[in-house]
């Protein structure tokens, strides 16, 4: 069994203002790296997420960025349950995961973006991660949703 995920989500901007809302570290820290992001996701850059719910900043890794269409990422796979469920813990293992986010320009107007993580090994505990980080990129998708289109942050209070 191979472990992977894929969420998406349509929104009502056009695809260069959503993607440069995903690799603009100022405006990523605005809707969902809540402790910050340094660093713009371009190819072959090591930039730095930080959350507060996931305290300490860590290292992303960018694999390939084409502007308007794809970024991918890896990140340290951890394995566990996730750390802010009571009682959970999660800890990072020596592997990465890959994270491909993909934009598409709608006839609409809109942009769908989805994302897809895959990449973890067969077994429970990176089977509970996995279900930890599917959760975080829905989150993400409707954080950016509600800070692009309305200026929202969603995320904003929600975990501290």
Known sequence: MELKFRVAARIAK?????FEAVADPAKLSHYFTT???????????????????FPGAFPV????????????LEWQ???GEPHNVEGGEQKDSDYRTKVTMRFKSLDDGRTLVE?????????QG???ASYGNCQGW????CALKAWIEHGINLREGMYV
């Open 126 to 128: 990176a089977l509970s």
């Open 14 to 18: 056009p695809v260069h203002d959503v």
């Open 115 to 123: 994302i897809a993580e895959e990449g973890w090994r067969e077994n």
């Open 77 to 79: 796979a951890s394995e």
């Open 138 to 141: 829905s989150q993400m998708l």
């Open 35 to 53: 402790g910050g992001a340094k660093g713009r996701l371009e190819t072959g850059a090591t930039v730095e997420w930080d959350f507060h719910d």
């Open 61 to 72: 890794w960018v694999i390939e960025v084409v502007e308007d269409e794809k970024i991918v």
